[in-house]
């Protein structure tokens, strides 16, 4: 994308301005206050949008930062190219969201375009939000430090670049949805589905084992009711003995006063032993009524009933049975799953992703190394291209010194050829100077004597040695004067160089560079040249693609290619061994098996449940049967039936009820014969004798009380204990209709639970394959980032180095983006560093974002009085980094001239702008 046009017809203090933009670099000069700032922000927000901060405060709210003094709205256009294709975004902001407009336009026919969004048409055309944008391409005055910020992207898309290729594949968001798929699942508070789903289930198995306790109770609790009615008719019978046998004391006087009425009634004693005698063959203690019969026939008809419907429940659970049989029939080519491990198919999954991510790997191992052969082949091909002039590898910095040399030694001749007669002259003044020096010597050395003769001649008259000694000092100062002169005539002439010796140093110099020339073939000198210049384009292009074998070699170097072979080949063992055992031609036809196992197997499992309740239900059938006929039996016990098959017991009961219809027969007879001879008794109240003599005679009463005060503490006892008996009957009986009250039936618990387990196993293995998931991409996050570090880190070094003089060795970038920096055997924080040193560090950090996420993309570099705090030989260094990376448009806002006057010097093509 590149910028063309700004029209800015009412933003902040600017109104009416348009400017003019084109590729490459772009000057935009301005005094201080003019505006350089406002207009960055303008392109800001007409890429991204305003900000939606509303505070009061001008600094962090756009809207009003940004409102035109006239009161008007905010308006504006921005014309980019992108792909060749020209665009006009039309915006408009008023004093609210509700009031801002936007448009993007095709500058061709004027047509609006649809998909592209109207907020951030930024993310369109560079591909990267807001905040990566202020965070790469836009650099604003002082804020050439880059902090991590939550929103922006730029760490996780260049990793993804160098991981996948690419960027929209986002890791971190990946690792943040399976973080939340398992968060609704589990969590600290336990207010995940799995554990609602588990807390279900424990209060389920209880409520259950609960069910289970009271029905094992409730089983208890009838046997304890059984026996108290047993207990009960027991006390009820021994009152009775009690109160007979207290009669039977009173009237045995009686007896003896009514011998032949006793007489008459042992007659009819007869009728009674058959009477006995029917009750013997139906009873053994002779305690059986029609109500008794009845009442088996009740429960044994109750009985059938059960096991009637534990016969049908057989049948149904045969017809389910066999329906499982022929579902599990029908997709028997799929059985093969359940005899591998558990987890077959998160196995399988993991392994084969895992395979594809291995195969990748390799793949990219095998990019780099043909990569590398590539670049080899193309710099031998280039090097064969060249011919013999690759023989100037190793003597190339001889050549150069041989031809600065050669050119000083021309310059030099040239100088002593116009300073010929000059040096001429000045040879003869040498000559003049020497025998005047000479002279000088000899008048001083002949004075000196002059004046030793004079001192030993004239001791007296010392005054007449004055002038000689005048003189010798004169001379003296002559002479050492006329040394000096000499001395540095001298030292020039030791430093001259003749023209013969100049003449053939220059020929020295030719020979050699013959020698080179006819080495390289050519013909004339500035042939010579070209191909020089031809072998440093060679060897300019040799270096950078040495940069790049070294760049993947480093790469090469972190793949363990070994391991990831081993690797891939053990899990392509496991893969085939799969596919050999489902029969299958490739891994989409085994997903598409287990796939179709897991649909057939939900229907299976619903039958297995059935089959299981339905085992359930007649095993519960069972003891249900089991306790009433041991009930039925107790009963059956009294009538001496109890080894009696209970379907056949119905003609039994039948039987016993024809001998109970015979015993009331009998009876009728003995009233009969009772009233024929209530006549003989003369009008006596036989009917009274008879009862109390009859029970006298007719019971077996064993007792040994003497008086009656023992028998009525015998009742008093017994009649206590029937009354805790009767108590106890209605409380346990109570218990047992009350039990359930409030209760779920088992079956509908079953029924649940089974609900519960569905619901826990499949989000256990959700959360399982959640977990491996989030591993399993934190484990290639951590390969890519790895691999991504030290390209990174040696993208910031390669421009650190050249802004600061090779000055620093290394450089660590963090995730959270601060930087360290290596200085010999010291390891220093950015933020140590004077701030134009930290400024360049971090410019050179955003170099390398540039770099890494829009690689060989058109993109402009926006900068506002970016390098206020560098020093002009930084600033050339730093024109030098941006125009070589070619970014496709460089908008550099500045108040100094220096830029300029750099890029001028540098011959570098650039739109100067004056706001």
Known sequence: MIIKKINIIAFAGISNKVIEFKRNTNIVYGDNETGKSTVQSFIKIWLYGISPKRSKDLKNNERLKYAPITGEKIIGELYIENEGI??????SFGVTKKEDTCEILDALTGEVIKNIPNDEPGKYFLGVNGSTFVRTLFISQLGVVVNKDREEEIMERATNLLGSGEEKVSIHRAIEKLEGIRKSLTTTRKSGSLDLARNKMVSLL??????????????????????LKDKRSFLRKELKNLDIYKKYIKKIKLQKEYEDITVYLKKSEELKKKERYIEESISLDGVIDESLINDIK?????????????????????????????????????????????????????????????????????????????????????????????EFRDVRMNIDSLLKAYEDKLKELKFRMENEDEHKISKSNEKGLLNKFRKNKYILFLDIILIILALVMFKENLWTIIPLILVAIYLGKRTFELGIEVKSLEEKNNKTVTLENLNREIEEIEEKLFRYKKKVG??????????????????????????????????????DIRNLKSNYKINLEKIDMILEISDSKDVREVLEKIAKYEIENKEVLSLQ???????????????ELSVREERIRGKLEVLGLHDMDLIDIEESLREIKEKLIQREELRRSLQSIEETYKALTK???????????????????????????????????????????????????????????????????????????????????????????????????????G???????????????????????????????????????????????????????????????ISMLYKEGEVPVVLDDAFVQYD???VGHILDILEENSFGQLIIFTCQHREKEILDKKNIENNYILL
């Open 206 to 227: 209880e409520e259950r084992y609960e069910g289970y306790k009271l029905s094992e109770e409730n089983l208890h609790k009838e046997e304890i009711v059984i026996n």
């Open 522 to 559: 050519a013909t004339t000198y500035e042939d010579f040249i070209k191909k020089i210049r031809l072998f440093d384009e060679f060897n300019s292009y040799e270096e950078k693609q040495l940069v790049k074998i070294s760049e993947k070699e480093i790469q090469l170097s972190i793949i």
């Open 86 to 91: 020209e665009y006009i975004i039309k915006k």
């Open 787 to 849: 691999n991504f570090g030290p390209v990174l880190n040696q993208k910031v070094l390669d421009n650190f180095k050249r802004l600061t003089n090779n000055r620093y060795s290394d450089v660590m970038v963090s995730d959270l983006y601060e930087i360290k920096v290596k200085n010999d055997n010291s390891i220093l924080a950015g933020e140590l560093l004077s701030n134009g040193a930290n400024d360049q560090l971090y410019i050179s950090l955003r170099l390398a974002f």
């Open 683 to 785: 009008g006596k109240d036989i009917e009274h004798i008879k009862e109390e003599l009859k029970d006298i005679i007719n019971e077996n009463i064993k007792y040994s009380y003497t008086t009656e005060e023992e028998i009525d503490e015998q009742v008093s006892n017994k009649s206590h204990e029937l009354i805790e008996a009767e108590k106890s009957i209605k409380d346990v009986e109570n218990e047992i209709n009350t039990r359930f009250m409030g209760k779920r039936p088992i079956p509908t618990i079953e029924e649940e639970i089974g609900a519960v387990e569905e619901i826990i196993k499949r989000d256990d293995m959700k959360l399982k394959a959640t977990k491996l998931a989030q591993e399993k991409l934190q484990e290639a996050f951590r390969e890519v980032r």
């Open 298 to 390: 009740e429960e044994n008809t109750l009985y059938l009933s059960l096991l009637d419907l534990k016969g049908d429940g057989e049948e149904e659970l045969k017809i389910s049975e066999e329906t499982l049989c022929e579902k599990r029939e029908k997709f028997k080519e799929l059985l093969f799953i359940e005899k591998l491990e558990p987890g077959v198919k998160e196995n399988f999954l993991r392994t084969t992703m895992e395979q594809e991510s291995l195969k990748e790997k390799i793949g990219i191992f095998e990019n780099l190394s043909n990569d590398i052969k590539n670049l080899n082949e193309d710099i031998a091909i280039k090097s064969k291209s060249i011919g013999n002039v690759i």
């Open 872 to 874: 002009d030989e930084r």
């Open 609 to 623: 449940i059935e089959v299981k309740k339905s085992r359930e239900a007649i095993d519960r059938l069972i003891k």
